[in-house]
C-alpha cells in the first residue's frame, strides 16, 4: 500500500466514525474504489438547503494529498452562485489554495459551509457558457475566483 493509499483508507475511517453533522460517506463506492467516493451531504437546518440532498463525487489521483481531490456534485445539482450545473464546483481550497494539510473532511464542511452561507439559490452568471465549453474534469478547469456578492 503507497502513501496515498494509506493516507485515503486512514481518512476514510476518520469519515465513518466522525463525521462532520450533515455528511455521510458511501461504503460501498468508497471500498470497491479507494480512489473514487461518494459522500452525501444534507443542506443544514435554518439555511436555503435544509432538508436538501446532494452527492459529492470524490476523485483522487496517485499524486494525493500532495494534489487536490476533484470534486463534483453528481445527480442533484445544488443552484448557488458557485455550482455550475454540471456540478463543478468553483471552490479555491480545490485549487490553487489546496494544500495536504486539507483533507476530504476539511473539503465537505467547506462546502456545506458554502451552502449555509448562500442568500439566495442562483447559478453561476456564466453557468452556460462554462458548462457548453469546460473540460470534462474540474480539474483541468482554470478558476477565475473573483469576490463573493452574493
Known amino acids: 500500500m503507497d502513501a ?12 465513518v466514525t466522525e463525521p462532520p453533522t450533515g455528511v455521510c460517506v458511501d461504503m460501498q463506492s468508497a471500498s470497491s474504489d479507494l480512489r473514487c467516493w461518494h459522500v452525501y451531504v ?16 470524490f476523485r483522487f489521483d496517485d499524486q ?7 470534486v463534483m456534485f453528481t445527480g442533484n445539482v445544488p443552484v448557488h452562485p458557485h455550482i455550475y450545473s454540471n456540478g463543478h464546483i468553483c471552490l479555491s481550497i480545490l485549487t490553487d489554495d489546496w494544500t495536504p494539510a486539507l483533507s476530504v473532511q476539511t473539503v465537505c464542511l467547506s ?14 452568471v456564466d453557468n452556460n457558457f462554462y ?3 469546460c473540460n470534462a474534469s474540474s480539474k483541468k478547469t482554470k478558476w477565475y475566483f473573483h469576490d463573493d456578492t452574493v
Open 42 to 57: 444534507e443542506g443544514a437546518k435554518g439555511t436555503l438547503y435544509e432538508g436538501e440532498k446532494f452527492t459529492l463525487q
Open 64 to 70: 494525493y494529498p500532495f494534489s487536490s481531490p476533484e
Open 4 to 15: 496515498s493509499q494509506r493516507r485515503l483508507t486512514k481518512e476514510l475511517a476518520m469519515l
Open 111 to 124: 462546502i456545506l459551509s458554502m451552502l449555509s452561507s448562500c442568500k439566495e439559490k442562483i447559478r453561476p
Open 131 to 133: 458548462v457548453n465549453t
